[in-house]
Nanobody, 121 residues
Framework: QVQLVESGGGLVQAGGSLRLSCAASGRTSSSYAMGWFHQAPGKEREFVATITATGIGPYYADSVKGRFTISRDNAKNTVYLQMNSLKPEDTAVYYC??????????????WGQGTQVTVSS
């Protein structure tokens, strides 16, 4: 079993930056590929980024490529999402997930509770 807790969300102006963290607990949490998703009001949950268990091969949605960076520190059992050049359309609840390296949310076994990111224009 893996527990995930996100933090770092908040309110930021367009063009600003935020760094989200996802702390994982569980004996084998560092062995899982991890991903970030977001969900805006009235919309389906969408893929943002994913990274392998060893931290190589990050993969991004086209909408965030060049602006967001996913990384992980397995010594701290934490995955990060650095978000730069934020846009109002990035406003959503951001979730981290464990267990897959795919963009399909149904392939992930574990989910955090989410953290709200609001970008004002």
């Amino acid at each position: 079993q893996v527990q995930l807790v996100e933090s770092g969300g908040g309110l930021v102006q367009a063009g600003g930056s935020l760094r989200l963290s996802c702390a994982a607990s569980g004996r084998t949490s560092s062995s899982y590929a991890m991903g970030w998703f977001h969900q805006a009001p009235g919309k389906e949950r969408e893929f943002v980024a994913t990274i392998t268990a060893t931290g190589i091969g990050p993969y991004y949605a086209d909408s965030v490529k060049g602006r967001f960076t996913i990384s992980r520190d397995n010594a701290k059992n934490t995955v990060y999402l650095q978000m730069n050049s934020l846009k109002p359309e990035d406003t959503a609840v951001y979730y981290c997930a464990a267990g897959s390296y795919l963009s399909d949310s149904k392939t992930y076994a574990y989910w955090g509770q989410g953290t709200q990111v609001t970008v004002s224009s």
